[in-house]
Structure formats: C-alpha cells, structure tokens
C-alpha cells in the first residue's frame, strides 16, 4: 500500500467520522489539501489528539490510495502558533478559506510558506489595523496561487498606467475600467490598487477599498454558502 512519509503540514478541519475517529483536512507543504481518516483519535485515551490541533506545525505520514488517506503517524515540526481573540478569528478564517478553495492533492508552495508566515504574525497579540493588510495580503496569494491574480497595473481597455486618484471600476474577471458614475464592479481609486501591488496599503480609504474588492474576487469563487468565520468575526468586532 502506498505510504506518504513525513510531510510538514498544518490541520485545517476536522469533523467526526464513525464512532471513534475524524475526517481531517490538512494543509500540506508538498501536496497542497489532503484529506485522510484519523481512526480511533477521539478516544479519551488517544496518543493523537492531543498533537492534532490548529495551528501546530507537524510532521504526517498517510497510507492508502486518495481521495481519503489513512494517518499513520503524527510530529511535532516545532511550537504551536497560540491564537486569541481576534487573530484567532483571522486563523479560523483562512483555513475555511483554504478547506473551501484549494484544489485537493495541488501542491501551493508559495501560499504554505505564506500561510504559515501569517500564523507567525498573528501568535504576535493584537495587531491593530497591521491585521486588515495582512489578510489582504494573504487573499491576494491565495487568488494568484488558484489563477485569479489581480491586474494591479493598467486600465484594462486603455492599457494606461493606473493614477492613484482616479476613479475605477474593478471588474473580477478582467481588471480596472474607468469610472463612468454607475456600473458594475467594485468601485475603487487607483491608489488602492496601486497599493495592494506595492504592498504599502496605509490609508484607510485604500485599506476599506482593497476589504471590498477582495470580498468580491472571493465571493466569486465561494458561491452562495457564506462563511461560517466571517460572521463569527462580524460579531467579535
């Protein structure tokens, strides 16, 4: 039987699966999102629940033949990201993000190193307004990495270098129009795109704008059913 060895990763989910044991979603360096069946880990008595937690980098082995994996062994890969609050909030975020967006068994070696960076920063306490942008950043690897990068460049019908206090329409699947006064879109300023390219997003107005565009661009790609975390965030702020 095939057998996965030791591979860094990071549990996104889990939920109960018969009696004794739970479906886990993690997030892997080398293989993207796998899903594998960890039986007998909601024993009282299980070596492995204690080990199996959000945030904690670790070091899995899986045997079988996909979809659905069996968990053979389970590291520590070094401490655990200790979340509160609101940056709990932001990490409970960004896994159903990744449970309901990545591709299963795609490798996103850029978006792992990114989304591991990010559980760094936010173990740091509370990161005020630093947290907006992070996010962001977060969304915008995650949209590149999934074929969706933003144009951050040009008007789309012109080719004309975006200004940073124009007026524009951002249209998902295309990029930035001119402003015509009603339309379809996410209206924005260019600075706002401007910034999200640069990586400098410090004026409010830019960090709201950039908030909405990203909701959209996701919101295409999430469907109907909303996110279980985003209300839980709602109701937090």
Not at 198 to 207: M, N
Request: hydrophobic share 40%; proline share 5%; aromatic share 8%.
């Amino acid at each position: 039987m095939p057998r996965t060895r030791l591979q860094p990763a990071y549990l996104l989910h889990h939920r109960p699966y018969r009696e004794t044991s739970s479906i886990l979603e993690l997030f892997t360096a080398e293989y993207g999102r796998v899903a594998v069946v960890a039986k007998g880990v909601r024993r009282k008595k299980s070596r492995l629940q204690p080990l199996l937690q959000l945030y904690r980098p670790l070091l899995l082995s899986w045997r079988g033949r996909g979809p659905l994996y069996s968990l053979d062994q389970v590291e520590e890969n070094g401490a655990m990201h200790s979340l509160a609050g609101i940056s709990m909030m932001s990490g409970f975020y960004i896994n159903e993000l990744l449970v309901r967006l990545l591709h299963h068994e795609e490798a996103y070696p850029a978006l792992y190193a990114t989304y591991e960076l990010l559980l760094q920063q936010l173990s740091q306490g509370d990161l005020g307004a630093e947290l907006e942008w992070l996010l962001r950043q977060f969304e915008l690897r995650l949209l590149h990495d999934l074929g969706y990068a933003l144009n951050l460049e040009c008007e789309v019908e012109t080719g004309e270098v975006l200004r940073a206090e124009q007026r524009y329409h951002y249209l998902p699947e295309q990029g930035a129009v001119y402003w015509q006064g009603s339309g379809v879109g996410v209206p924005l300023h260019g600075a706002t795109l401007l910034g999200l390219a640069s990586g400098e997003l410090s004026e409010p107005r830019s960090r709201r704008e950039a908030k909405r565009l990203m909701r959209s661009m996701l919101a295409s790609l999430l469907g109907d059913k909303p996110l279980n975390s985003r209300e839980l965030i709602r109701q937090m702020m």
